[in-house]
C-alpha cells in the first residue's frame, strides 16, 4: 500500500484472505500442489463466503458509525476537498466505489449538502452527502 493520498489503491478484505488484491490468480504453485487438502474450487467458495461475512460485519457495524445522524447531538465536520469517501450506492455494498471529493455545495446556511466527486476511473459523479461516507483520514 502507498502512503500517497492521491492513490487509489486501499486495502481491502481481500488483501487480508488472499494477501493481495481479490482480482489477481492463484500462483501455479498453489494450483499444482498435490499436498493442498482442499481444492480450488472449494477454496474460492470458502474465500467468497469468509470476504461476504466480512463486508457483511463491516456494513453492519463500522460503516454507519461513519455516518453520523443524531445532528442535535454535535456539529459535524463539512466535507472538503480532496477528503476520501465511500458512494453508497442501493448494490451490494461489494461494489461501493472509493472516490474522491473535488467540489463541494453548500448550502444557504453554510453546511454542505451536495458533493462531486471523482472516481478512480476518473468518472465524475455528483452526489448527496447523505450517500457519502467519509473516511477517518484527517489528522
Given at each position: 500500500?502507498?502512503?500517497?493520498?492521491s492513490d487509489f489503491k486501499t486495502l481491502t478484505a481481500g488483501h487480508f484472505?488472499?494477501?493481495?488484491?481479490?482480482?489477481?490468480?492463484?500462483?501455479?504453485?498453489?494450483?499444482?500442489?498435490?499436498?493442498?487438502?482442499?481444492?480450488?474450487?472449494?477454496?474460492?467458495?470458502?474465500?467468497?463466503?469468509?470476504?461476504?461475512?466480512?463486508?457483511?460485519?463491516?456494513?453492519?457495524e463500522y460503516l454507519h458509525t461513519l455516518q453520523e445522524r443524531p445532528k442535535?447531538?454535535?456539529?459535524?465536520?463539512?466535507?472538503?476537498?480532496?477528503?476520501?469517501?465511500?458512494?453508497?450506492?442501493?448494490?451490494?455494498?461489494?461494489?461501493?466505489?472509493?472516490?474522491?471529493?473535488?467540489?463541494?455545495?453548500?448550502?444557504?446556511?453554510?453546511?454542505?449538502?451536495?458533493?462531486?466527486?471523482?472516481?478512480?476511473?476518473?468518472?465524475?459523479?455528483?452526489?448527496?452527502?447523505?450517500?457519502?461516507?467519509?473516511?477517518?483520514?484527517?489528522?
Amino acid at each position: 500500500m502507498s502512503s500517497d493520498p492521491s492513490d487509489f489503491k486501499t486495502l481491502t478484505a481481500g488483501h487480508f484472505l488472499t494477501m493481495g488484491p481479490l482480482v489477481t490468480l492463484p500462483s501455479p504453485e498453489e494450483l499444482t500442489n498435490p499436498t493442498a487438502s482442499i481444492s480450488p474450487r472449494n477454496r474460492w467458495s470458502l474465500i467468497q463466503q469468509i470476504h461476504q461475512h466480512f463486508w457483511l460485519r463491516w456494513n453492519k457495524e463500522y460503516l454507519h458509525t461513519l455516518q453520523e445522524r443524531p445532528k442535535w447531538a454535535h456539529q459535524n465536520v463539512n466535507l472538503q476537498e480532496n477528503d476520501l469517501v465511500i458512494v453508497r450506492e442501493p448494490s451490494p455494498p461489494l461494489t461501493w466505489i472509493t472516490a474522491r471529493v473535488v467540489e463541494v455545495h453548500p448550502g444557504t446556511d453554510g453546511v454542505v449538502r451536495v458533493a462531486k466527486v471523482k472516481t478512480a476511473q476518473e468518472k465524475l459523479l455528483t452526489r448527496p452527502v447523505v450517500k457519502l461516507c467519509p473516511l477517518p483520514l484527517r489528522n
